[in-house]
């Protein structure tokens, strides 16, 4: 069966400090591969999504990156963190198909404090 | 813009009643519907989905579809304290295989 893996659950991090979230999924090849935002209150902000290695499109211009270094690999990066960068950050994966029926499954999430 | 809405709530429902969330869509091409449930400082994980216009159940949950209408419904029977949590539905739409989601709506069993 497959998993999906996100670490650290949980950081607290200075104004200004770099950020990397990593996410790998297991059991799965060619998974297309995501990043979400749920900020307190609100609704889930897709960041990113990866359809391959090395192949990132981004939903939302910021101070936020992505990168898809294996297959089975997701990062998010940032050189410098904003308060308003604080929040429960979700990886999830999909078949990859590419087909409208491809159900997206969550990781347990990241909870990022930025001060 | 394709929109999926939701009412936020809470829904406060007895225990043992059923409980009923409702979802609208602006896409009519919208082809695939999904719920999600999300307790508190959890991630989202699937509950059901559907694709045809009708009823779907799965055990307590029972998923209604109406593509006329636009509107996709959660129904739980028999509501547990523990199914107090977020339910988000998603929806996504012919060409596109990443759904829009809504922002949930929040219902507490009260025992």
């Known amino acids: 069966s497959q998993t999906i893996h996100q670490w650290p659950a949980t950081l607290v991090q200075p104004v200004g400090s770099p950020l990397s979230l990593e996410c790998t999924v297991e059991g799965t090849s060619n998974p297309n591969l995501y990043w979400y935002r749920q900020a307190a209150g609100r609704g889930l902000q897709l960041l990113f999504y990866?359809?391959?290695?090395?192949?990132i499109s981004s939903e939302v211009p910021q101070n936020l990156s992505a990168s898809r270094p294996q297959d089975r690999q997701f990062i998010l990066s940032s050189k410098k963190l904003l308060l308003s960068d604080s929040g429960f950050y979700l990886c999830?994966?999909?078949?990859?198909?590419?087909?409208?029926?491809?159900?997206?499954?969550f990781g347990p999430g990241t909870r990022l404090t930025v001060l | 813009q394709k929109e999926v809405e939701q009412n936020s709530g809470p829904l406060s429902v007895p225990e043992g009643a059923i409980a009923s969330l409702n979802c609208t869509y602006s896409d009519r091409g919208s082809q695939s519907f999904f719920w999600y449930r999300q307790y508190s400082g959890k991630s989202p994980e699937l509950i059901m989905f559907?694709?045809?216009?009708g009823d779907k159940e799965d055990g307590r949950f029972t998923a209604q579809l109406n593509k006329a209408s636009q509107y996709v419904s959660l129904l739980i029977r028999d509501s547990q304290p523990s199914d107090s949590a977020t339910y988000l539905c998603a929806v996504a739409s012919g060409g596109s295989y990443i759904p829009t989601f809504g922002r949930g709506t929040s219902l507490i069993v009260h025992p």
């Open positions: 990866s359809v391959g290695i090395g192949q």
């Open positions: 999830a994966w999909n078949g990859g198909a590419l087909a409208v029926t491809d159900t997206q499954y």
């Open positions: 559907i694709y045809s216009n």
